[in-house]
């Protein structure tokens, strides 16, 4: 089984500020897929990821594609408190039809 | 559309007794998940279906454990005999044509066993 490594696990910063997690993985994956969780909430999809090097924005949020393949990044500018949660990647696992997913970067952002 | 339903959302049992977890995907899903999520483990891949038939059950922790779905609309996750250890909120999810695509996951039910 593939694994994803996410860092930092736990993040705690203030309103206003920027900020980066990464996504890191020693194997090759298909396309990567950003999650967001919010307390006693099952995960949201954010974005997903398919070409090596790929760039997408959502509103504050900038996620990146390694040229490999093989990692990702998620920045979030000028942080809110509602930015607050774990954030999952997850990859495809080997062709199988099921995800594998990192353990997460938990946020916390304060007002 | 109502999204994946869970029930119960919490459940509080005494060690040694059965456990039944319920799941209802969203209609034309047909791809069904079940996961456990803890703090130390992060979010585990324990089973899952396509078209209602079982996949993958490699992530199942032991014999213990057991999931149905005899229809499209209808999974089941059973414990049995519960053990302390199996505390954790355990999440279903559907995706509509193929495993990798988004996974759409319901609320979780949290288990609590004494």
Known sequence: TQLLEQSPQFLSIQEGENLTVYCNSSSVFSSLQWYRQEPG???????TVVTGGEV??????????????????LHITAAQPGDTGLYLCAGDDQ?????VFGQGTRLTINP | DAGV???????????GQEVT??????SGHDYLFWYR??????LELLIY?????????????????????P???????????????????????????????EQFFGPGTRLTVL
């Open chain 2, 21 to 26: 977890l319920r799941c209802k995907p969203i």
């Open chain 2, 71 to 101: 229809n499209a609309s209808f999974s089941t996750l059973k414990i049995q005999p519960s053990e302390p250890r199996d505390s954790a909120v355990y999440f279903c999810a559907s995706s509509p044509l193929a495993g990798i695509d």
């Open chain 2, 49 to 69: 279906f396509n078209n209602n038939v079982p996949i993958d059950d490699s992530g199942m922790p032991e014999d213990r454990f057991s999931a149905k779905m």
């Open chain 2, 37 to 42: 999520q803890t703090m130390m483990r992060g």
């Open chain 1, 41 to 47: 909430e099952g995960p949201v999809l954010l974005v």
């Open chain 1, 95 to 99: 062709g199988a039809q099921k995800l």
């Open chain 1, 56 to 73: 997408k924005k959502l509103k504050r949020l900038t996620f990146q594609f390694g040229d490999a393949r093989k990692d990702s990044s």
């Open chain 2, 5 to 15: 339903i869970q029930s119960p959302r919490h459940e509080v049992t005494e060690m």
